[in-house]
């Protein structure tokens, strides 16, 4: 079966770090592009970050933009999200997220920012950023 899981979140104070992890199982995993989403209570789901097969393209939501970045080990079918200068805004559960992009035109370079267009999900790690 598909599994991916995530893991890292913890709560920490504005300003510091934390690197999230995302270990898949159960499918080609270089064969999808990755995306980490978020969701606060009382909100809906938002677009963090998102990475190609090989991680030559990459994407950032405008608010993570030049704090965050998305990496990914196909050798350890492993997808990571390094959070940096943590606010309390960045407070939410992070998902990670698998995207078919088996293609074999240009297709399989992307990535999509939109959710529902996302294949397999984790359960979510939560974050906490204290002021």
């Known amino acids: 079966q598909v599994q991916l899981v995530e893991s890292g979140g913890g709560l920490v104070q504005a300003g510091a770090s934390l690197r999230l992890s995302c270990a898949v199982s159960?499918?080609?995993?270089?064969?999808?592009?990755m995306g980490w989403f978020r969701q606060a209570p009382g909100k809906a789901r938002e677009f963090v970050a998102a990475?190609?097969?090989?991680?030559?393209?990459?994407g950032y939501a405008d608010s993570v933009k030049g704090r965050f970045t998305i990496s990914r080990d196909n050798a350890k079918n492993t997808v990571y999200l390094q959070m940096n200068t943590l606010k309390p805004e960045d407070t939410a559960i992070y998902y990670c997220?698998?995207?078919?992009?088996?293609?074999?035109?240009?297709?399989?370079?992307?990535?999509?920012?939109?959710?529902?267009?996302?294949?397999?999900w984790g359960q979510g790690t939560q974050v906490t950023v204290s002021s």
């Open positions: 159960g499918y080609t995993f270089s064969f999808y592009a």
């Open positions: 990475i190609s097969r090989s991680g030559g393209n990459t």
């Open positions: 997220a698998a995207e078919d992009r088996n293609y074999s035109d240009s297709r399989k370079y992307g990535y999509s920012r939109r959710w529902n267009e996302y294949d397999y």
